[in-house]
């Protein structure tokens, strides 16, 4: 073979190669955009109807707030949303539940079974968290949280995962609260999906016993704040 003929077949095997990888970066781009903004357009076609309308157009300034660090908190770069604490940032001045107890929870509907709630603890990554409110059974309004991701890494014995499938509760669901060996049920009766800044979730009414739970969606991100409202109900 002659030096011109090997020195044009090295050149062509190196244009191949180099765009195999150019290929490689393209289609990894498009996956991480499309993996960035599958939970928002899932979430709203599946599931905003059903609460109200999530996504709505946004202000230039908001789009610049957007580009910089509001950006990362809301897909959790910044900001460690595996504490309690950092779901509500305005909460910060809000009487929290500092009573160290315990207990279960439990939603048939989505195969969550016994799980474990801490009250006023903070690691999400490690159980359900009773962030503010009475104990179960008594008046007022237990508001638990609990960590979301995308759907299809669900896992109910996962507390990075667990409220997941949140989105998928319905009017008149049940969930089971256990507390020292008595079980109340709970039946949903309004889901709605708000900003971090609403801090009305958290208030206390005292006519009635309610439940209230509250993850993160879209799934994956934390941009809104779902919102389960129970009331107790006979078992």
């Not at 968290?129 to 299809?152: K, M, Q, R, W």
Request: proline share 6%; with cysteine; aromatic share 12%.
């Amino acid at each position: 073979m002659s030096i011109y003929k090997y020195v044009k077949t090295k050149n062509n095997k190196t244009k191949k190669i180099t765009f195999s990888i150019s290929l490689i970066f393209i289609f990894t781009g498009i996956a991480i955009i499309i993996w960035t903004i599958f939970p928002i357009l899932s979430f709203e076609l599946l599931y905003a109807p059903k609460f109200g309308h999530l996504i709505e157009p946004i202000p230039n300034n908001l789009i610049k707030k957007a580009i910089s660090s509001d950006a990362q908190q809301i897909l959790g770069i910044s900001v460690d949303y595996t504490k309690a604490s950092s779901w509500f940032p305005k909460a910060q001045n809000i009487r929290l539940s500092l009573i160290n107890s315990s207990y279960t929870l439990t939603i048939p509907k989505l195969n969550i079974l016994d799980a474990e709630v801490l009250v006023g603890h903070e690691d999400l990554a490690k159980s359900l968290i009773h962030f503010i409110g009475p104990l179960p059974g008594e008046y007022g309004n237990p508001v638990i949280f609990g960590h979301s991701t995308l759907p299809f890494l669900y896992d109910p014995k996962d507390y990075k995962t667990i409220f997941s499938k949140l989105p998928d509760l319905e009017n008149y669901d049940e969930i089971f609260l256990s507390s020292d060996s008595i079980i109340y049920k709970y039946q949903v009766f309004d889901m709605k999906v708000i900003n971090p800044n609403d801090l009305s979730v958290l208030e206390q009414q005292y006519d009635d016993r309610y439940l209230t739970l509250i993850t993160c969606v879209p799934p994956g991100t934390y941009l809104k704040r779902l919102v389960v409202r129970c009331r107790i109900a006979d078992l």
